[in-house]
């Protein structure tokens, strides 16, 4: 497990997702235990675990066997400093990832690639005219206290603040391009028409434009649509693959055995999914926020709207949405502290809070087997600051993941 800032821990398991959901390796899930079971040596046994899908649900099956090899002592520990495990398989909310992040840090990994805390840029980008043609490496952590301020900010609200960075950003943001890209995927979160979303796939097929830009829009259709209906599916296979290169097949059964581009055989659950979650809000206030949907202009990630019920009061609540997305979800109670109480069921929460010893507050640690964007992120401090939460929020992840570094590994050619 290895600490990327202050907040967020990963475990650097780049292919996990795909060996996961394409070949069924599940080796990863018990390297995920195992981290976790490490860290409660040191901050005690985790009284509750949640978990929303079947790696997940499997990853809290083996901490519970660990538990019972190699017992983590209540006793020597005291008070646990984590309150609150949540396993959230990526494969539950693949809608997020698939959407443009629209925060600083989201924006720039989108465009420049953010990798182990930092960007490769030209230097002549930062300002250094004599550094042109030379990288530099420019680190983004929270040891850059503007940086510090302005990751987890829309990007309308950053332009004045990190300058050179973000001219650089807005040469691509203003591009009519860009704007077209979010209004499609606008539509598509709408959920109400496809028609104008399939003739926008096929002419980004006609121009070959970059194979994972096409991929990214034609997911993002798939998973919400619950599929291609097959009057399109054949044509835009068909046609994906005359533009591409019949290698390529191999790169849509990937996608097929993951479940991310498929025929559709039954009518999708979007549309109830986005209305009882809150997952669309109009009139975002993206320069003083009072909702997560500011990291994505309007678009709550289904994600952490998800995390927003565990953390404050389980899963029961949601219970019949939790059906209606992929793989199981459970709620465990462990070890001696196993009467720990989730925020709402908190006597006067806001006032009360649930701390440990030298008055800081409880941890809730969020695991997202498959990858989390820097979007995510964000809406998680964002919540972690709102007034009343009980909790301090930190991220464990299997690897920073965006639209299309998570559909890179399933790109393969055959010959």
Known sequence: MIPLDEDVLSF??????????????????????????KLEFSFGVI????????????????LTHMQVEEPVSTSDVGIPEINTLILLDREVDMVTPMCTQLTYEGLMD???????????LDGSIMGNQQQEGKKMKVPL???????????DLNFEVVVQRHINLAQHLNKFTSKSSFASKLDMEHTILEGES????FDYIEEMILKQEPI?????????????????????????RREFLHSYGFEHIATLCNL????????????????TIKRVLNLIVEDTNTANPNDISYVFSGYAPLSIRLVQHAVRSGWRPIEEILKLLPGPHSEVKRGGYSSSPSFDTLPGAAANLDKVAGGRRSLVLVVFVGGVTFAEISALRFLSAQEGMAYDLIVGTTKIVNGHTIIEPFVETIG
């Open 12 to 37: 650097e398991l780049d292919l996990a997702y795909r060996d996961y959901l394409v070949d069924g390796d599940t080796s990863a899930l018990w390297h995920i235990a195992k981290s976790i079971h």
């Open 141 to 151: 952590n929270s040891s850059d206290k503007l940086f510090k301020e302005t990751r």
């Open 47 to 62: 009284p509750n675990v949640r978990a929303k899908g079947k790696a997940s649900a499997r990853i809290s099956e083996i």
């Open 212 to 236: 994972l830009d096409v991929l990214h829009v034609l997911v993002l259709l798939s998973i919400i649509n619950s599929g291609i209906p097959k009057k399109q599916f054949d044509p835009l």
């Open 110 to 120: 989108e465009i420049l690639r953010v990798s182990n805390g930092s960007v490769e």
């Open 256 to 271: 097929e055995k993951a479940g991310l581009f498929k025929k559709q055989e039954t009518k999708g659950n979007w549309l």
């Open 194 to 197: 496809y028609d104008i979303c």
